[in-house]
C-alpha cells in the first residue's frame, strides 16, 4: 500500500522582480494513514510554504521546479484548479494560523461552516446549519447555537481558531494539515483540540500534518517529526528518539529553547542606582477593586466579560492574568487603560480613581500606562518608520524637541537590544521578534509607570520568546516597572510574573506568588489549567485531573459557583453559593468551598523534581525543575 501522502524531491521558487529566490529544496516527507508528523521549526523556514504547495495554492510568481506530490498513489502536480478544487476540503483539509485573515468578515460563523458542508455535499440550509452546530460543539465553543449568528469580530481570537479548525474537518478529510492550530488557544482547550484531531485520525485512518512551534505539542501528538531549516528538512526521525538524542545542532538549539529554564530570582529589586527598596516602591501602582464589565447583546440580554474582579500590582512587579479564551483577561487589560469604560468597580492608578477622571483628563495619564499588544505587526503603521513610531508617544507629550526625540529613540532602540539603523527601516522589512521589540522600546519610551502585555509572546518563535522574554526581565529590574502580563503561556508566567492571578468566566477563583501556586494548586480550575501544560517531553505523565462537560455561556451564568458544571468535586452546595475571593493561606486568596478537600488532595498529589537535558542557563546545559504532576 502506498503512503497516503509522499513528498518527493519538492522545489518552490518565487521569481520576481528580475531574480530567482529558491524556498523549498528538494523537500521529501511521508505521512501514512492514522499517523501524526509533525514540522517544527523557526519563522521563514518554509513550513507553511510546503503545506500550500501540496495544495496547490501557491501565490502567483511562486512556482514548484520539480518533484512529486502524491495521494494515496496519485500524483497531484500538474493537476489544473478544477481537479484539485475537487480533492480540497475532502481529501485534503488545511487548517492555517491568524484565523481572523481566513474568515469572511461579512459572513456569520454559522453561514461559513454551512457553505463549506454543502459545497461537498448539497442539501438543506437547516440540515448544514445543524451539522455546523455539532462542528463547534466538537472544537469547544461555549452556546454553539447562539455562536451561529456571529461574525469573526465578535469572536475572541481563540474563537476564531476553533472556527478555522471546524471549518477544516467539516467533510471529514483523508489528510489534514494545521499550520499552529494551538497558537492562539489557552493549555485546556489546546489539550482539547489536539484530542479531537487525534480521536479523527484513529477513528477514520486519515493522516495528520501538524505545524507547530511548541515542541511540547508536537512530544505529545506526533509520532514522527522533521526539522526544517532555510527550506529544508534537516532532521527527520520518531519523536521518542528526536526528544533523546536529536542528531543536528540546529534540532538541539530548538530544544534548548524550548527547555529555556523557568526558575529564576523573582525577587522585586530597586532600579538601577537604588540602594534598597524603599516603601514607595512597596505601593502598589494598579489597584482594582469590584470590577465588573458588561456587554450588551442581542434580545436585552447581557454578557458579563468581567465579574468582581480585585488585585493590585506594586512597582516592580510582574502579575500574570490567566485564563481559558474568553475569560475576560483581555477585557480587563482594556478596562484599565481605559479602551473600555468599566461598568462597576474602580480602577486606581498611583491612588487615583482613574475611571471617574473625564477623557482629556485622563489623556494626561495615559502616558504612565502603555500597552503592548499580541500581534507585533498589527499593532504597528505598515507606512511609518519604526524610529516614527517609537517617537510618536513621545512626540504627543509635547516635552523634548525633535534632537531630543531623536537622540531618545537611539537610545531606545539600544535599550531593546536593536541598531540605531532599525530607525529607518519599515515594519515588513523586520522579523516578528525584532518588530515586537520595537513595541516594547515605544511602550517604554515615555517613562511608564505600568505596561500591560497582551499575549506579547504567543506569535512568537520558541527561540525569540526566550530572548523577548529575557529582556522584559531585564527592563524591570533596571526601571522598575510594573507589567500586566495576561497570557496563556503558563511556561512564560512561570518564568517571568511574581505572582498569577487566575480567571475562569471573568472572576477571579486563585491568586498568589507564581512559584507556590504552580507547586500546589488548590483551586480545582488552576490544577486543571496546570496538568494540561505540555513539556518537550514525550516520557511526561500527565495529571489524571481535569475538568468535564462545556464552559457555560457568559450571557447565561450558572447559579452558584461558575465552575460546578465541570468540577469534579462539585457538591449539590456549590451550585447554590458562589464562594467569595479569601485568603485561605497566607498569601494566596482562593475562591472554592471545597478548601479543606483541596488541601488534602494538594498533598497526596505532589509535584516531583524533573530533569531536562536541554535546558540552559547562562549559556550552560543543566537540569530544571518543572510543575509536572505525578500520579497519584
Not at 467533510?171 to 482539547?192: C, F, H, K
Not at 483581555?330 to 468597580?345: A, F, K, N
Not at 521578534?433 to 505600568?450: K, M, N
Not at 458562589?578 to 483541596?598: D, H, M, Q, Y
Request: glycine fraction near 8%; include cysteine; aromatic fraction near 4%.
Amino acid at each position: 500500500m502506498p503512503a497516503l501522502l509522499e513528498v518527493e524531491d519538492l522545489s518552490v521558487v518565487y521569481e520576481g522582480d528580475r531574480r530567482t529566490i529558491p524556498i523549498l529544496d528538494s523537500i521529501s516527507l511521508k505521512v501514512d494513514g492514522s499517523q501524526t508528523v509533525g514540522i517544527v521549526g523557526e519563522s521563514g523556514s518554509g513550513k507553511s510554504v510546503l503545506l500550500t504547495a501540496i495544495l496547490g495554492l501557491l501565490p502567483p510568481h511562486w512556482h514548484i521546479t520539480s518533484g512529486s506530490i502524491r495521494l494515496a498513489g496519485q500524483e497531484l502536480r500538474g493537476r489544473d484548479e478544477r481537479a484539485l478544487g475537487k480533492i480540497r476540503g475532502k481529501q485534503l483539509g488545511l487548517a492555517l494560523a491568524n484565523p481572523r485573515q481566513h474568515l469572511n468578515p461579512i459572513l456569520s460563523v454559522g453561514r461559513q461552516l454551512a457553505n463549506v458542508i454543502r459545497s461537498y455535499e448539497p442539501q438543506p440550509l437547516d440540515q448544514a446549519l445543524s451539522k455546523a452546530v455539532d462542528l463547534l460543539h466538537a472544537v469547544g465553543i461555549p452556546d454553539p447555537v447562539g455562536r451561529l449568528q456571529a461574525y469573526p469580530h465578535e469572536l475572541s481570537g481563540g474563537m476564531c481558531q476553533r472556527v478555522i479548525l471546524a471549518l477544516a474537518i467539516a467533510n471529514a478529510p483523508r489528510l489534514l494539515m494545521v499550520d499552529e492550530p494551538t497558537s492562539g488557544l489557552d493549555v485546556t482547550i489546546s489539550v482539547q483540540i489536539l484530542d479531537l484531531l487525534r480521536e479523527s485520525v484513529r477513528n477514520l485512518g486519515s493522516g495528520l500534518v501538524l505545524v507547530s512551534r511548541d515542541l511540547g505539542v508536537v512530544a505529545h501528538y506526533c509520532e514522527r517529526v522533521a526539522v526544517m531549516r532555510s527550506g529544508r528538512i534537516v532532521e527527520e526521525a520518531p519523536v521518542r528518539s528526536f526528544f533523546a538524542a536529536p542528531r543536528e545542532l540546529y534540532s538541539q538549539q530548538l530544544l534548548r529553547a524550548a527547555a529555556a529554564a523557568r526558575d529564576a530570582d523573582l525577587t522585586i529589586e530597586a532600579p538601577d542606582g537604588a540602594s534598597e527598596v524603599s516603601q514607595e516602591m512597596a505601593a502598589p501602582v494598579l489597584e482594582l477593586a469590584g470590577l465588573i464589565k458588561r456587554f450588551p447583546v442581542k434580545g436585552g440580554r447581557q454578557l458579563t466579560a468581567v465579574n468582581d474582579v480585585s488585585f493590585t500590582i506594586r512597582r516592580g512587579e510582574a502579575v500574570a492574568l490567566v485564563g481559558e479564551s474568553g475569560s475576560g483577561k483581555t477585557t480587563v487589560g482594556r478596562c484599565i487603560l481605559r479602551l473600555l469604560d468599566p461598568s462597576e468597580g474602580t480602577v486606581f492608578f498611583k491612588g487615583k480613581d482613574v475611571t471617574l477622571l473625564p477623557r482629556d483628563q485622563f489623556r494626561q495619564l495615559r502616558s504612565r500606562i502603555q500597552m503592548v499588544f499580541q500581534d507585533p505587526f498589527d499593532s504597528m503603521d505598515p507606512r511609518q518608520r519604526i524610529g516614527d513610531a517609537i517617537a510618536e508617544p513621545i512626540r504627543l507629550t509635547g516635552s523634548a524637541t525633535q534632537a531630543e526625540r531623536r537622540a531618545r529613540v537611539d537610545e531606545l532602540l539600544e535599550l531593546v537590544g536593536l541598531t540605531t539603523a532599525a530607525s529607518n527601516l519599515y515594519p515588513h522589512q523586520m522579523s516578528a521578534g525584532e518588530l515586537q521589540r520595537v513595541g516594547i522600546a515605544r511602550a517604554i519610551a515615555t517613562d511608564p509607570d505600568l505596561i500591560v502585555f497582551d499575549e506579547p509572546t504567543s506569535a512568537l518563535d520558541v527561540s525569540v520568546r526566550a530572548e523577548i522574554l529575557n529582556l522584559l526581565r531585564d527592563l524591570q529590574r533596571r526601571l522598575g516597572i510594573a507589567y500586566l502580563f495576561i497570557s496563556h503561556d503558563l511556561t512564560a508566567v512561570r518564568r517571568l510574573c511574581h505572582r498569577t492571578a487566575i480567571l475562569y468566566l471573568g472572576k477571579l477563583v486563585e491568586i498568589g506568588e507564581t512559584e507556590s501556586l504552580f507547586e500546589a494548586p488548590m483551586h480545582p480550575y488552576s490544577r486543571a489549567l496546570l496538568s494540561s501544560v505540555l513539556y518537550p517531553d514525550p516520557e511526561q505523565v500527565r495529571s489524571p485531573f481535569a475538568l468535564t462537560g462545556e464552559i457555560p455561556s457568559p450571557i447565561d451564568l450558572p447559579p452558584g459557583c461558575p465552575l460546578h458544571t465541570r468540577c469534579p468535586m462539585a457538591t449539590e452546595h456549590c451550585s447554590q453559593v458562589s464562594p467569595p475571593l479569601e485568603e485561605k493561606t497566607p498569601g494566596r486568596r482562593l475562591s472554592c468551598l471545597n478548601v479543606p478537600a483541596l488541601s488534602s488532595l494538594a498533598a497526596q498529589v505532589p509535584f516531583e523534581i524533573q530533569e531536562y537535558p536541554y535546558a540552559r542557563r547562562s549559556n550552560r546545559l543543566v537540569g530544571r525543575r518543572s510543575a509536572r504532576p505525578v500520579d497519584p
